[in-house]
């Protein structure tokens, strides 16, 4: 990723975040000639102690000197979490925490991960890289979702699959929250490998691709575990409720294990066991 890539990265995250705190809630006065919801620019330099100039610049993608502890007052200001801080931070300092992509290889799961997911019977596992290509998966998963072994290879992104196939669509009750949890995964591993050209090329193509992409993406928060609860209106399970736990498996690749576990005092799990010894 470019210098300037990364500046109009920075850019729209800092617009989004800023945009999503109500003046309120940090003692400032409403106003009644607010054009945008959030936060004025000024408002934020205010709270982070620079320059209203300054600020704004940074905000504009500007290529200015920023150091770490004036970042971190900006952060502070907007309310960042601990994720977003260091997606900002990659973004914005060349000596930040940035990681050099690995070299390009195909992820291989090990015989035991692959059993443990496979003995999660009532609980749908993805195994997905850093790019969010799904990689591995269990029995449970292909009949909640779709047979990914259906799917050409080179086609099995997470992200483009929710887009682009109306299953998902359909599935997913909540497909909002569905989406913006896998977005939130999505965008911290974009500002983790900012190195990685693929990710530019990869959101430009899905920018282009899909009209309704763009907004999400905006409006995406940064999270590398995301708990979401989640609606799924099976067509033969009927309507069944899950909650999205994330597990990073440590070894040479960066691998995720999303597991979809039946929410507690439902009949989710039943329906699942159901669904699997119809199988």
């Known amino acids: 990723m470019n210098r300037q890539t990364r500046l109009q990265a920075l850019s729209g995250f800092l617009k989004q975040a800023r945009s999503r705190i109500s003046p309120s809630s940090v003692g400032l ?6 054009r945008t919801p959030g936060l004025r620019r000024e408002e934020v330099a205010q709270l982070a102690g620079v320059s209203s100039t300054w600020y704004t610049w940074l905000e504009q993608g500007r290529d200015i000197k920023v150091s770490a502890f004036v970042l971190d007052c900006i952060a502070t200001a907007l309310q960042l979490t601990a994720d977003e801080r260091k997606y900002v931070f990659s973004l914005a300092l060349e000596a930040g925490p940035v990681v050099r992509p690995p ?3 195909v992820a291989q799961i090990s015989p035991s991960l692959r059993k ?4 999660l019977r009532s609980c749908p596992a993805i195994i997905s890289d850093r ?3 799904i990689v591995g998966w269990n029995e449970a998963a292909a009949h909640v979702f779709l047979d990914f072994e259906q799917i050409p290879a080179d086609q099995r992104n997470m992200i483009r699959l929710l887009f682009s196939r109306r299953e998902f669509k359909r599935l997913a009750g909540n497909w909002e929250q569905f989406a913006s949890g896998f977005l939130a995964m ?3 591993y974009y500002g983790q490998y900012v190195e990685d050209e693929w990710y530019v090329q990869f959101l430009r193509e899905m920018i282009e691709t899909y009209p309704e992409f763009q907004s999400y993406w905006e409006g995406s928060e940064v ?6 609860a989640l609606e799924f209106r099976h067509a033969k399970a009927g309507k069944m409720l899950f ?3 994330s597990l990073q498996v440590h070894g040479n690749t960066d691998l995720r294990c999303s597991i979809y576990t039946p929410a507690p005092d439902t009949s989710t799990e039943s329906k699942m066991l159901t669904l699997m010894m119809g199988h």
Request: charged share 35%; proline share 7%; with cysteine.
């Open 243 to 245: 909650h999205l736990t």
């Open 103 to 105: 070299k390009e290889e």
């Open 29 to 34: 006065p409403e106003g009644a000639r607010r």
């Open 223 to 228: 999270s590398f575990a995301p708990e979401v």
């Open 131 to 133: 790019r969010c290509h």
């Open 116 to 119: 443990i997911i496979q003995d």
């Open 186 to 188: 999505f965008r911290a």
